[in-house]
C-alpha cells in the first residue's frame, strides 16, 4: 500500500512560519484529493486544508489567510505553507490523500508542529 512521508514540523516561536511537505514513499503514484489534517492534545482530529487535483482548495476557518496548500501532480506532492503561526496551532500534522480511483485513504505517519507563546 502507499505510505505517505510528512516533513518539516518543528517548534517555532508565535508569528512565525513553517512549510510541511508530504509525498509518497517509493515510486511516484497517482493521488486523488490531498490534505492535511492535524490534533491536538484532548480534541479530535481536524481537516486544516485540503487541494483537489484541479486545485480546488479548502481551509479550516481558524486558518484561513495564514496557511497555503499547495500540490504537484507530477511528483504527487503536497506542501502546507503556514505563516502567522499561533499556539493553538500546536498539533501532530497527518497527510492525507485518497487514491487516483477515490476508493482508498493513505495517510502519514504525522509530523510535530509546536508554536510557543
Known amino acids: 500500500q502507499v505510505q505517505l512521508v510528512e516533513s518539516g514540523g518543528g517548534l517555532v516561536q508565535a508569528g512565525g512560519s513553517l512549510q510541511l511537505s508530504c509525498g509518497p514513499s517509493?515510486?511516484?503514484?497517482?493521488?486523488?484529493?490531498m490534505g492535511w489534517y492535524r490534533q491536538a492534545p484532548g480534541v479530535q482530529r481536524e481537516l486544516v486544508a485540503s487541494?483537489?487535483?484541479?486545485?480546488?482548495?479548502h481551509y479550516a476557518d481558524a486558518v484561513k489567510g495564514r496557511f497555503t496548500i499547495r500540490r504537484d501532480n507530477a511528483k504527487s506532492t503536497v506542501s502546507l505553507q503556514m505563516n502567522s503561526l499561533k499556539p493553538d496551532d500546536t498539533a501532530v500534522y497527518y497527510c492525507n490523500a485518497r487514491s487516483f480511483s477515490g476508493i482508498f485513504d493513505y495517510w502519514g505517519q504525522g509530523t510535530q508542529v509546536t508554536v510557543s507563546s
Open positions: 487541494i483537489s487535483r484541479l486545485g480546488n482548495t
Open positions: 517509493g515510486s511516484i503514484v497517482e493521488l486523488g484529493t
